[in-house]
């Protein structure tokens, strides 16, 4: 055999992973070995008439070459808009978007139920209580969704119901968690998906947050406008750019709950009504009662969602207090602005408003709609959870629950990270200061597996940073920024980080208690104070500028735009800039208590879980022809799903890798495996010991 490898076979294996391919890592040629070719049932003289094709035909068609159709497969189907015209002669142009690819709810329902992972689900809430065993004293914890007060007061709305004629079964609630995000595709071209999963609940937290769990259900990819509708839109009689766009974005909206309409069907209306009879993965048929308990996306789509204004007067989706009083962080007004403007939907205000745009040809932002719309930031879009589900007791805008992400780690305290380093510019010895910062994060160690990463690049330039990068900027802020300023303000901007800090911590609790979120209330008012002091002593005393990065970008926005656009030229030079206290993702700051005691602890529905499941897609895509690629992603999905329901029809686990254990160390205490090569998948564990009454 070639040097230096021992046999034919391994050099053949290594000369495969290294043939150029980037889809070949280390860990996939591991597995190939050890789940396919040192398999007992693996025999070479399977493969002699081996085609992929074949293959991946008889997993979507049967023996006569028509599709195997499951009841929660993928539905591919148009959706049609109506444009105003700006006329009262000339009625609504209606345009259709094709490919809006979709599984039915009810029957996506139906097979997680009937699912073998069903058998970890959850099914009835109950209230984690802990007893302290040294005074006796009980306190309420936080935690899964099922042990929430959100639940607990779903299940009781539930039992109080009355009973379908004739049916004893058992009444249980499938709590449905939809996550919404789009995505791009590819490092580079064009290419994007705007997926919606939807995680179940029941299970807990610790299997959905990992992408390969099998617990993510993806039930849709909306659509986006196409560029051709800007000539049906260009093509209005008297429209002006401003309205051109103003259109364009009142379309945008109407086309994502057009979608939710399709989504929100009358099955899945009367499923959330009267509910669904299924037979669940223990035998037992149930009467399953779905109900939406919160929906995680970014904050421009949760604009969309709760159909408000992008960064209007009233931008927060939850609450009606005005931008304007967002700089009363923490304090008692504030809480109390919360409990007492809850948003509520202005359904008749908003038919008005679309009548006016439909019928009497005003524009979509003229200053008829806005006054009919009234305060609240509303936009005339016939919100489709609140039209359909509002009377069966979903309260559209409390769903959507604050994002620790992306309004925090890529929000809050990104946006304080950058006006510190605005203010080391403004010093005199600005650039020297922003070396020493760098050079100080270049020398931190790293700590633990993932815990804290090594600082490589300039992190002043904030380069490509995840929301993991701006966690570890934080965890290790307080020494780095250490003297870096006066000695009047290094204390102020050493509290800050320090509370800060704290703050992050506690909302990032995985387990609450009645006393932890007590403190998380009491360290908000403090850091809601360090940060208006930070603001009125610390800010005002420096004259700060847009950052190098923040300059170049406007500098090219501005060619990009005058290359299409005659707009007026601009200074070269660095534009003042002030640290903005009035903005949402710093008031969705005095949500967390309420939101953590209501639905529980913040990782059960961050939109990192969202995040993780792009994984997947993004793996998908380069096996695509790149032609429509939301079908070509649904049918990749879908052979994946019919793979996991052979596995689990045949009893074969979809891991083929032994279990570690030595059977003759059943009888011990306890068993810990040397590394973590050889997991053992949990929900193969748990139906191969079945009867097993340990399990």
């Given at each position: 055999?070639?040097?230096?490898?021992?046999?034919?076979?391994?050099?053949?294996?290594?000369?495969?992973?290294?043939?150029?391919?980037?889809?070949?890592?280390?860990?996939?040629?591991?597995?190939?070995?050890?789940?396919?070719?040192?398999?007992?049932?693996?025999?070479?003289?399977?493969?002699?008439?081996?085609?992929?094709?074949?293959?991946?035909?008889?997993?979507?068609?049967?023996?006569?070459?028509?599709?195997?159709?499951?009841?929660?497969?993928?539905?591919?189907?148009?959706?049609?808009?109506?444009?105003?015209?700006?006329?009262?002669?000339?009625?609504?142009?209606?345009?259709?978007?094709?490919?809006?690819?979709?599984?039915?709810?009810?029957?996506?329902?139906?097979?997680?139920?009937?699912?073998?992972?069903?058998?970890?689900?959850?099914?009835?809430?109950?209230?984690?209580?802990?007893?302290?065993?040294?005074?006796?004293?009980?306190?309420?914890?936080?935690?899964?969704?099922?042990?929430?007060?959100?639940?607990?007061?779903?299940?009781?709305?539930?039992?109080?119901?009355?009973?379908?004629?004739?049916?004893?079964?058992?009444?249980?609630?499938?709590?449905?968690?939809?996550?919404?995000?789009?995505?791009?595709?590819?490092?580079?071209?064009?290419?994007?998906?705007?997926?919606?999963?939807?995680?179940?609940?029941?299970?807990?937290?610790?299997?959905?947050?990992?992408?390969?769990?099998?617990?993510?259900?993806?039930?849709?990819?909306?659509?986006?406008?196409?560029?051709?509708?800007?000539?049906?839109?260009?093509?209005?009689?008297?429209?002006?750019?401003?309205?051109?766009?103003?259109?364009?974005?009142?379309?945008?909206?109407?086309?994502?709950?057009?979608?939710?309409?399709?989504?929100?069907?009358?099955?899945?209306?009367?499923?959330?009504?009267?509910?669904?009879?299924?037979?669940?993965?223990?035998?037992?048929?149930?009467?399953?009662?779905?109900?939406?308990?919160?929906?995680?996306?970014?904050?421009?789509?949760?604009?969309?969602?709760?159909?408000?204004?992008?960064?209007?007067?009233?931008?927060?989706?939850?609450?009606?207090?005005?931008?304007?009083?967002?700089?009363?962080?923490?304090?008692?007004?504030?809480?109390?602005?919360?409990?007492?403007?809850?948003?509520?939907?202005?359904?008749?205000?908003?038919?008005?408003?679309?009548?006016?745009?439909?019928?009497?040809?005003?524009?979509v932002d003229g200053a008829k709609v806005e006054d009919t719309l009234g305060e609240g930031s509303w936009v005339p879009i016939l919100n489709q959870f609140a039209e359909k589900l509002g009377r069966l007791g979903l309260n559209p805008f409390r769903m959507l629950v604050v994002d620790?992400?992306?309004?925090?780690?890529?929000?809050?305290?990104?946006?304080?990270?950058?006006?510190?380093?605005?203010?080391?510019?403004?010093?005199?010895?600005?650039?020297?200061?922003?070396?020493?910062?760098?050079?100080?994060?270049?020398?931190?160690?790293?700590?633990?597996?993932?815990?804290?990463?090594?600082?490589?690049?300039?992190?002043?330039?904030?380069?490509?940073?995840?929301?993991?990068?701006?966690?570890?900027?934080?965890?290790?802020?307080?020494?780095?920024?250490?003297?870096?300023?006066?000695?009047?303000?290094?204390?102020?901007?050493?509290?800050?980080?320090?509370?800060?800090?704290?703050?992050?911590?506690?909302?990032?609790?995985?387990?609450?208690?009645?006393?932890?979120?007590?403190?998380?209330?009491?360290?908000?008012?403090?850091?809601?104070?360090?940060?208006?002091?930070?603001?009125?002593?610390?800010?005002?005393?420096?004259?700060?500028?847009?950052?190098?990065?923040?300059?170049?970008?406007?500098?090219?926005?501005?060619?990009?735009?005058?290359?299409?656009?005659?707009?007026?030229?601009?200074?070269?030079?660095?534009r003042a800039k002030k640290f903005n206290l009035n903005t949402y993702k710093f008031h969705a700051m005095g949500d967390y208590v309420a939101t953590i005691r209501f639905f529980g602890t913040t990782d059960s529905f961050t939109t990192q879980i969202g995040e993780l499941a792009h994984?997947?897609?993004?793996?998908?895509?380069?096996?695509?022809?790149?032609?429509?690629?939301?079908?070509?992603?649904?049918?990749?999905?879908?052979?994946?799903?019919?793979?996991?329901?052979?596995?689990?029809?045949?009893?074969?686990?979809?891991?083929i890798s032994q279990s570690p254990v030595d059977p003759t160390s059943l009888d011990k205490h306890h068993y810990i495996a040397c590394s973590r090569n050889n997991p053992v998948a949990l929900f193969t564990l748990l139906r191969e010991h079945d009867d097993d009454p340990a399990l």
């Amino acid at each position: 055999p070639p040097y230096p490898f021992p046999n034919m076979t391994i050099y053949r294996l290594m000369s495969w992973m290294n043939s150029g391919t980037t889809r070949v890592s280390e860990t996939k040629v591991a597995a190939l070995v050890k789940d396919v070719i040192l398999a007992e049932d693996f025999d070479r003289e399977h493969l002699q008439q081996f085609s992929v094709k074949q293959s991946l035909r008889a997993l979507d068609q049967d023996d006569t070459g028509k599709r195997i159709n499951f009841p929660d497969d993928w539905i591919e189907t148009s959706v049609t808009i109506n444009i105003p015209t700006k006329s009262k002669e000339d009625p609504p142009t209606p345009y259709t978007i094709p490919g809006f690819h979709y599984r039915p709810l009810v029957e996506v329902i139906r097979a997680a139920f009937a699912d073998a992972q069903a058998r970890a689900f959850h099914l009835s809430p109950f209230k984690r209580l802990w007893k302290d065993p040294l005074d006796g004293h009980q306190e309420r914890m936080y935690d899964e969704l099922y042990t929430s007060d959100a639940w607990l007061e779903a299940q009781d709305d539930l039992q109080k119901l009355p009973k379908v004629s004739g049916c004893s079964l058992e009444r249980v609630v499938a709590g449905l968690m939809f996550f919404s995000d789009a995505t791009h595709l590819a490092n580079f071209g064009t290419a994007k998906a705007w997926p919606l999963y939807v995680y179940f609940g029941n299970l807990t937290k610790y299997l959905r947050s990992s992408p390969t769990s099998g617990s993510c259900h993806l039930v849709g990819f909306l659509p986006s406008l196409p560029d051709r509708i800007k000539d049906v839109i260009s093509g209005l009689p008297r429209i002006s750019k401003t309205g051109m766009a103003s259109l364009h974005t009142h379309c945008r909206r109407e086309l994502f709950h057009v979608c939710w309409e399709v989504l929100l069907d009358t099955e899945f209306l009367y499923a959330y009504r009267h509910g669904i009879v299924t037979k669940c993965a223990d035998g037992i048929m149930r009467r399953v009662y779905p109900r939406i308990f919160t929906y995680s996306a970014d904050y421009p789509e949760k604009a969309l969602i709760a159909t408000i204004k992008d960064m209007g007067s009233c931008p927060c989706p939850r609450c009606l207090m005005p931008k304007g009083f967002f700089s009363n962080l923490g304090l008692a007004k504030d809480m109390n602005s919360r409990l007492t403007n809850l948003r509520v939907y202005v359904t008749t205000k908003v038919v008005k408003a679309r009548e006016f745009i439909y019928a009497f040809g005003n524009t979509v932002d003229g200053a008829k709609v806005e006054d009919t719309l009234g305060e609240g930031s509303w936009v005339p879009i016939l919100n489709q959870f609140a039209e359909k589900l509002g009377r069966l007791g979903l309260n559209p805008f409390r769903m959507l629950v604050v994002d620790l992400m992306h309004e925090c780690e890529l929000g809050t305290w990104k946006a304080l990270f950058t006006h510190l380093l605005r203010l080391l510019y403004a010093l005199p010895e600005g650039l020297q200061l922003v070396a020493t910062l760098d050079e100080r994060f270049r020398q931190v160690p790293t700590y633990g597996s993932g815990v804290i990463r090594r600082f490589a690049n300039n992190t002043s330039e904030m380069k490509k940073l995840a929301a993991r990068d701006f966690e570890d900027i934080l965890q290790c802020a307080i020494p780095i920024f250490e003297g870096l300023f006066p000695t009047v303000h290094d204390a102020a901007v050493q509290s800050l980080l320090y509370r800060f800090a704290e703050w992050h911590a506690l909302a990032k609790l995985r387990l609450h208690s009645e006393s932890t979120l007590a403190f998380l209330g009491e360290t908000f008012k403090k850091l809601s104070q360090k940060l208006r002091k930070f603001r009125t002593d610390t800010c005002d005393a420096f004259a700060t500028q847009e950052l190098p990065k923040e300059k170049a970008a406007r500098q090219k926005r501005f060619a990009q735009r005058s290359e299409t656009h005659e707009v007026p030229p601009e200074s070269t030079g660095p534009r003042a800039k002030k640290f903005n206290l009035n903005t949402y993702k710093f008031h969705a700051m005095g949500d967390y208590v309420a939101t953590i005691r209501f639905f529980g602890t913040t990782d059960s529905f961050t939109t990192q879980i969202g995040e993780l499941a792009h994984r997947a897609l993004k793996a998908f895509y380069p096996l695509t022809n790149k032609l429509d690629t939301p079908a070509q992603l649904a049918k990749h999905e879908r052979r994946r799903r019919v793979l996991r329901r052979v596995a689990e029809a045949s009893g074969v686990s979809a891991s083929i890798s032994q279990s570690p254990v030595d059977p003759t160390s059943l009888d011990k205490h306890h068993y810990i495996a040397c590394s973590r090569n050889n997991p053992v998948a949990l929900f193969t564990l748990l139906r191969e010991h079945d009867d097993d009454p340990a399990l």
